[in-house]
């Protein structure tokens, strides 16, 4: 009976708003995942069972990170610009039915994406593994539970881990910080299955700082660079493959009449003669690709859209600058100001200038312009992951497994690839707190101080009554303080993520154009027919 009244006092606009915004962002991460696999995948060698299983695991993390965005929305839209609660929203109880269905859809995508890491992807890579002439169904899906069996053992390890490791408990201060804490853990409440969950994600979210820190960082420069600078010219680099495919049957010819005039060939020069053998294989690929492109519409025009390739990388650029600026300056206030390493480095109140905050508090003066940014902001980092993966490869233990190419990405790779993203975008969700805490953890909230009529933006200072915290950092904060060790290794990962994007932004820097045909023509294509090469 209480539910039905809380439902009622609620404005039918929050709900529609809440979820048709989800169920936007489903559809729209759907298409972009079948679009980005069938992109990707090979032609030559497909299974469905992988597809299908890439697309919604990209899906899933995708709709993982469009939830903060809905998220933010919600909670502010509790609040009228005075910074008094709107007349529906004045009752805690109410309050919370809002925020309890953010926080269950945050624990069923968590969840999901459990069940894809540990379990769904692994599974589907060892099924396709075991594929051969004489392998029955029944036995590939035997081998494949055998080997998935160590990632479900490894899920349950850390989800006991989770349930039973003792858990940082809250001082017994008499202040604003530690009550307001003490609120937040009382809302929450305390399950030592939510706890188990929090440690799994915690973990996985932990490798994906590491990710963020090699591919991420590598991916911010290279996206906007590789826009600045362009493709190299169709018409140059085929005459420098034809300088290069005549030099090379010059040593052929040499190694060949040498060997037609009876005298045998040493060790070195028969491998030789092989490696040249199979460079003008690909020097012949090259050339007819290299022809095939000059042919196609899309590269006659290309003058056309060139210089809004231009802008559009030193519109990135800019965003990479701030991001940078944001996060170096966010870092430096949390060392300096933050309740220690042993609370995960918790911010109250930002002390320091931050220039992304500064342009969201801005931004909020003209609604909805505040969550375009925010959102042009999870979409840049979400591109930057995809094209550090795409240029670096699927590596694991210092060895290069994989290459991702269009058309032309093995089906082990794309859900190697998949994963990786997953990973790596729970761990975006750390990274745009220490971008825009205060943003990220009240949007755009106020509430009015004692004895002033003029609304103050809301700050973890203030009282937990006057403010209420968005759902996804409320969960954050519980964790990095409750595991500090988690909190502290996020935070110091902000650093190692800043210098990686000093180095990346050196390296592609240096790197020379693109090749016209990246990615069309490599070593391993020996075995692919012409056909699947030329094709679009």
């Known amino acids: 009976m209480i539910t039905t009244n809380i439902k009622m006092a609620i404005p039918v606009e929050v709900p529609l708003i809440t979820w048709a915004s989800f169920g936007a962002s489903f559809v729209v991460a759907l298409l972009f995942a079948i679009y980005y696999?069938?992109?990707?995948?090979?032609?030559?060698?497909?299974?469905?069972?992988?597809?299908?299983?890439?697309v919604l695991a990209l899906t899933v993390a995708i709709l993982t990170i469009a939830v903060?965005?809905?998220?933010?929305?919600?909670?502010s839209f509790l609040k009228d610009e005075d910074?008094?609660?709107?007349?529906?929203?004045t009752s805690n109880i109410t309050r919370q039915y809002v925020t309890n269905t953010l926080l269950y859809s945050y624990y069923a995508l968590y969840g999901c994406m459990a069940f894809f890491i540990f379990l769904a992807i692994p599974f589907v890579i060892f099924y396709y593994e075991e594929q051969d002439e004489e392998t029955t169904t029944k036995e590939r899906i035997w081998g494949a539970v055998k080997y998935t069996a160590c990632f479900v053992i490894s899920a349950a390890v850390l989800l006991i881990i989770g349930a039973f490791v003792p858990l940082q408990q809250i001082p017994d201060k008499n202040s604003t910080d530690w009550e307001n804490f003490k609120y937040l853990f009382n809302e929450l409440g305390e399950s030592k299955g939510?706890?188990?969950?929090?440690f799994l994600v915690g973990f996985v979210t932990l490798l994906g700082m590491l990710g963020l820190i090699f591919y991420t960082a590598f991916g911010i420069t290279a996206l906007p660079i590789d826009l600045i600078k362009g493709y190299r010219s169709a018409e140059e680099e085929l005459e420098d493959v034809q300088e290069t495919a005549s030099a090379n049957r010059d040593q052929l010819r040499t190694l060949k009449r040498k060997r037609r005039r009876g005298r045998n060939l040493s060790s070195r020069?028969?491998?030789?003669?092989?490696?040249?053998?199979?460079?003008?294989?690909?020097?012949?690929?090259?050339?007819?690709?290299?022809?095939?492109?000059?042919?196609?519409?899309?590269?006659?025009c290309s003058c056309v859209w060139r210089p809004l390739q231009v802008v559009i990388g030193i519109v990135l650029i800019l965003v990479a600058i701030l991001v940078f600026g944001s996060l170096f300056i966010s870092s430096l206030d949390r060392i300096l100001h933050s309740l220690g390493y042993k609370t995960g480095y918790i911010l109250p109140t930002s002390t320091l200038p931050n220039p992304l905050g500064m342009l969201l508090v801005v931004m909020q003066q003209v609604f909805p312009l505040d969550y375009i940014v925010f959102v042009g902001l999870v979409l840049f980092f979400i591109y930057s992951s995809m094209a550090g993966v795409r240029r670096i490869g699927i590596w694991f233990c210092c060895v290069k497994m994989y290459k991702i190419r269009p058309h032309h990405t093995k089906p082990q790779a794309l859900l190697f690839l998949c994963m990786y993203l997953m990973i790596l975008l729970l761990a975006v969700n750390v990274m745009l707190y220490n971008l825009a805490p205060d943003y990220m953890t009240y949007g755009h909230q106020k509430f009015l101080p004692e004895n002033s009529t003029e609304p103050e933006q809301c700050t973890t200072s203030e009282s937990s009554s006057d403010c209420t915290m968005t759902v996804t950092m409320a969960l954050m904060t519980k964790f990095v303080f409750q595991l500090w060790f988690f909190g502290a290794c996020y935070y110091w990962a902000n650093w190692a993520f800043l210098g990686f994007?000093?180095?990346?932004?050196i390296i592609n820097l240096l790197r020379r154009r693109r090749s016209a045909i990246e990615d069309e023509v490599d070593s391993?294509?020996?075995?692919?027919?012409?056909e699947e090469m030329l094709a679009p």
């Open 37 to 54: 696999i069938c992109h990707f995948k090979s032609k030559r060698h497909s299974e469905r069972s992988s597809t299908i299983t890439a």
């Open 68 to 75: 903060v965005p809905i998220d933010i929305f919600t909670v």
């Open 83 to 89: 910074g008094t609660y709107k007349d529906w929203a």
């Open 194 to 198: 939510e706890t188990a969950l929090y």
């Open 269 to 300: 020069e028969r491998r030789n003669l092989e490696d040249l053998k199979d460079e003008e294989e690909l020097i012949q690929q090259r050339e007819r690709h290299l022809v095939a492109i000059q042919k196609k519409l899309c590269y006659k």
């Open 501 to 505: 994007i000093l180095i990346g932004l």
């Open 524 to 530: 391993s294509d020996s075995e692919d027919s012409d």
